[in-house]
């Protein structure tokens, strides 16, 4: 649904998931230090006003795409936490069973389609999701995040042409983050206006700030809009900038201090924050009394992964198949 800003409440429950998130993943890198969690872990801290500014504009129907960066996708689209916590932990009350773990979550009854650890993979899983909906005759959208690294895979050139060709319902978000692991883009891509690929697909496409919550609101809802009425894709490109390393632990030996310095002082979470006192739509002490309340949900949430058991090593090829039993 088009998000009314104009609203407090929407203003209100935009911060609360903004800093959700960001509260979510804090505690998940100390767990991870204390080999709480397996695998890898790799954090959206400093690029939440994308995930939540996006979503405000969509419904539960529509679908999302996401990468191994997921859980503020995750979040944002309405999982339920203790799920969410559980799947990380990889834990049988993992909303996929402790299956799928940080970098494979999903859900589907929230139009979750996907993290995914193949860079950029859900491209052409949101082509496929736009040609379903196209084939339904449905007004749904698919919205595919992926990063700037992903922008010079062939499978991404394959689907934004399909979907163009095919005038899909997918909206492309490109998460501008400025680095692929551990290499800057600059290094690796011909422009650094990153919609000026938009052209070659004969797609829309704009660039936006994504660290202003209200700019990525608007830029999205009419990009929305359009992939709704039938207008076909667009390519939006978030310019931001990761906080955390490539994945918690990871050295940074790449960047420096400085840089990350510079680019926290245009954290998300700050300017929204400011932009809601200066509106006087929020004063200091009830942020501070909502923020206590998430840290509260996220608390709740670990008690509830570290209560709950692993799955049983005999169920491992449980859910694996189909069942294409005819009925
Ligand atoms: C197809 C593929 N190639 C390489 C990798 C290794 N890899 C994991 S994350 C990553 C960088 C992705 O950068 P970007 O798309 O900008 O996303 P970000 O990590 O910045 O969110 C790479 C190369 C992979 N997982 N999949
Ligand atoms: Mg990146």
Redesign the pocket.
């Known amino acids: 649904m088009a998000a009314d800003f104009k609203d407090m409440e929407t203003n209100w429950e935009a911060y609360r998931k903004l800093f959700l998130i960001r509260a979510f993943e804090e505690r998940l890198e100390t767990l991870f230090a204390e080999g709480k969690i397996p695998g890898f872990v790799?954090t959206?801290i400093g690029?939440e006003a994308i995930a939540v500014g996006v979503c405000a504009n969509l419904r539960t129907d529509d679908y999302i795409t996401s990468?191994?960066?997921g859980h503020g996708h995750a979040i944002a689209k309405g999982i339920d936490l203790n799920g969410l916590m559980a799947e990380v932990f990889g834990k049988v009350t993992g909303i996929c069973k402790g299956r799928g773990g940080s970098m494979h979550v999903a859900d589907f009854s929230k139009g979750i389609l996907g993290a995914n650890?193949?860079?950029?993979?859900g491209t052409v899983i949101a082509a496929g999701a736009g040609l379903s909906i196209q084939t339904r005759q449905e007004d749904q959208v698919v919205v595919c995040f992926?990063?700037?690294?992903?922008?010079n895979?062939g499978t991404v050139h394959e689907a934004m042409n399909f979907c163009s060709v095919k005038n899909l319902p997918v909206v492309f978000v490109c998460?501008?983050?400025?680095?692929?692991?551990f290499?800057s883009?600059k290094l690796t891509t011909s422009v650094s206006d990153l919609s000026l690929r938009g052209a070659a697909y004969g797609m829309p496409a704009v660039s936006m700030d994504g660290n202003d919550l209200l700019e990525v609101v608007e830029v999205s809802q009419k990009a929305i809009a359009d992939a709704r009425v039938g207008m076909g894709p667009t390519l939006v490109v978030a310019d931001t900038y990761?906080f955390g390393g490539?994945y918690v632990g990871d050295p940074q030996a790449y960047r420096s201090k400085e840089e990350v310095a510079q680019s926290r002082r245009r954290d998300p979470l700050l300017l929204f924050e400011n932009h809601l006192i200066l509106q006087g739509l929020a004063d200091k002490e009830a942020l501070e009394l909502e923020r206590e309340s998430i840290l509260e949900l996220v608390d709740k949430a670990v008690a509830f992964a570290e209560q709950s058991e692993y799955p049983e090593v005999r169920s491992v090829i449980d859910y694996v198949f189909t069942d294409v039993t005819e009925k």
Do not use: L, M, P, W
């Open positions: 790799h959206y690029q990468t191994h960066r650890g193949i860079v950029a993979a992926f990063g700037d690294g992903g922008i895979k998460e501008n983050n400025q680095y692929a692991q290499t883009r990761r490539h």
